[in-house]
């Protein structure tokens, strides 16, 4: 795909962009024309759908058989995972022909005005003839096919159908609008995602009288799709990162806990770490096609200068650019034109450029949905790479983990959980070779062979003779919104009072909680844990002695 008319709304449905500064969704002002009667009372293609073939990969044919075999055991909304890259609107069209043989009436779902057009191209090259409801330019409503914009949907009502799918099923559970379409739905539905790891996808609600996703068929996994050459694998570096300590944490689109637009823009706009952008590419991925994802659109313009300042062609995208603009500067990065694109989040659904080798992960995050639409820009195979680079100056992956590696598959039923009741990860999570920066989960780095040896005592010996070391600095104190949202988590799932925060996040700073967000996190971690613990301990004692006085 491309990405030639991509709005600037990312969450179509929440008013809240992607590009943190606030952009409109231009449907009625900024959509492709189309020259097709609106008439409605024309007879459907016929044949539509069967004239070209559509061949499906080994993993894809399994995933369309399991799909039709949950449909026809009864599930009727199922999610289809298939990580970005692995042909999910293949899998889509299948489904589609699929059903226009039987002589049914599908409609697709999608969350952006741009992805409309595109998903239209790839239908009419698979020779599927079909509709747009989508705004102004709805045409030929009588089609068996459909393709229609979750922001038309939502004021005028879902087009009456057999089946529904919806691209970038992600999004659904934090959208009133999807669920409300959904709901409206009298026939089976679909969800494509590469990445279901959103809240609240298989929770219960009444409308639905069950689950908003009963069930998920899982194509393929990254690692999978690796191992069989349909993605690259990736090395990652990760040279600086900002001071993320005292950045807030909100609810994002997709229910979880990430930090605030805002506060991570000002944390990774530092003259700094964006000269340590350029320095860190300039050594690693110099001559390389480049994506770039940054916190904000000032700090996005901001490495596209220091770039251009080096000599390096770079230019910035956003959502208020115009369509032939965005279209041209597209065009020169995949020309070679312009080495490395900058944007904040237009790029990281919906744009296709297999050649994309570099990514400068500049975008603090805590989003696994986030990061994996990110980081799939630079996945997709290509004859110039034989694998990808991610320059991670955000602490992403060591929060995270890498991109490639096997997360835990399943949908998110709402319910709270206990503090250590989330599913371990297999592999303890990567870190930074303090030689070459190279992330790694072995001990020993396997690009440069440094082995950091384990320091015994604060003293070493040096030239026959003792020389003592500065002690060690006090371990940092926790974020004060990240202490606070552990312990409202805690307080919500114990059923403590509101008080009992308030106390406990008093015993660890010092001061009472002042200025901070009321968001709870999405579990308590062992630092937290322990220190509750080191409380119950301390207060037992106490109690104890004081008995003994008594």
Known sequence: MNLEHTSCTHRATNGAPDEHESCTDRATTREPSHSHSHSTTKTPSQGSGLSASLTLRPYQSQAI??????????VVREMLYSPTGSGKTEMGMALIKGAIAKRKRVAFLCNRIGLVEQTSKRFLRAGIAHGIVQGQNTTRVYERVLIVSIQTAARRGLPECDLLIIDEAHGVAGSKDYRRVMASAKCPVVGLSATPFAKGLGKHYDEFGGALFQSMVIAATIPDLIADGYLVDVDVYAPSEPDMSEVRQTRNAYGEADFSDADAGRAADKPQLVGDIVTHWMRLARGTPTVCFAS????????????????????????????????????????????IVSNVGILAEGWDFPACRTMILARPTRSLTRYIQMAGRVLRPHHSKVRALILDHSGTVSRLGFPTDDFPLELDDGIPRAAGATK???????????????????????????????????????????????????????????LYSQLLYLAEYQGYQAGWVAHKYREYHGVWPRGLDRVAADGASKEVMAFLKHLKIKNAKAKEASDARA
């Open 424 to 482: 371990e990860r297999e592999a303890a999570l990567p870190k930074a070779c303090p030689s070459c920066s190279y992330m790694k989960a072995a001990h020993k780095c396997p690009v440069c062979g440094f082995a950091p040896e384990k320091q015994a005592a604060a003293v070493a010996v040096k030239a026959g003779e003792l020389v003592k070391m500065d002690k060690r600095p006090a371990a940092a104190k926790m974020g004060k919104q990240d």
């Open 296 to 339: 904000s659109i000032a700090h996005s313009k901001h490495i596209v200068e220091s770039f251009l300042a080096a000599g390096i062609a770079a230019e910035h995208i956003d959502c208020y650019a115009e369509e032939d603009e965005r279209a041209a500067i597209l065009k020169r990065v995949e020309s070679g034109e312009t080495l």
């Open 65 to 74: 058989q399991n799909l039709r075999a949950g449909l026809a055991g009864g």
